[in-house]
């Protein structure tokens, strides 16, 4: 190999560096709208990077580039003793599954409320057993599990009834 040859692929790898480390220290903001209620939102980008929490509706300063949602909570409060909120632990997530953040722009999120409430029900041989699954705008999964001022709800109940209105079977689903 030539010195010309080498210095031309010392070159192109120093401004790939270089345009790396520009790219890496652009920044962005990320902006949550879900308008009426609190809101909570850690983010990972890369797996040697800390978390970064983005809260309310203000826009957050962050580094461009792509991000991962850990976890988020939406939290309306009645008053300042009564408040209610729901958490997205582990997804799926939808459209938040990777969130990205360009230079100089603002990526905002919509997500939690208004929730879609779906039973998914699964039969192994004489047993049925239904779940809840609440689906927020962006395709998030929200656990089941409402949290209050007062503690967890609790879990709710099911009567199966015939056509006349005899109760054949009831009882409460359980969390987890």
């Known amino acids: 190999m030539k010195k010309r040859d080498i210095w031309i692929s010392v070159a192109i790898i120093a401004a790939a560096c270089l345009a790396f480390y520009f790219f890496s220290q652009q920044k962005?903001?990320?902006r949550i709208d879900a308008p009426g209620f609190e809101t909570d939102m850690?983010?990972?980008?890369?797996?040697?990077?800390?978390t970064v929490t983005i809260s309310g509706s203000e826009p957050v300063k962050v580094r461009a580039g792509a991000y991962k949602p850990e976890r988020a909570v939406v939290r309306m409060e009645k008053d300042e003793h009564t408040w209610w909120s729901i958490i997205c632990r582990n997804g799926p997530w939808g459209k938040l599954a990777t969130i990205n953040v360009a230079g100089g722009n603002t990526t905002i999120l919509k997500l939690g409320p208004p929730l879609t409430v779906q039973a998914d029900v699964q039969r192994k041989g004489r047993a049925v057993s239904i779940g809840l699954s609440m689906i927020g705008q962006a395709g998030e999964h929200w656990s089941a599990e409402v949290l209050t001022s007062k503690g967890p709800l609790p879990a709710p109940?099911?009567?199966i009834v015939d056509e006349t209105g005899e109760v054949l079977a009831s009882g409460k689903f359980e969390y987890g």
Not at 42 to 50: A, C, E, M, V, Y
């Open 28 to 30: 962005g903001y990320i």
């Open 157 to 159: 109940k099911v009567r």
């Open 42 to 50: 850690n983010l990972r980008r890369g797996w040697l990077s800390k």
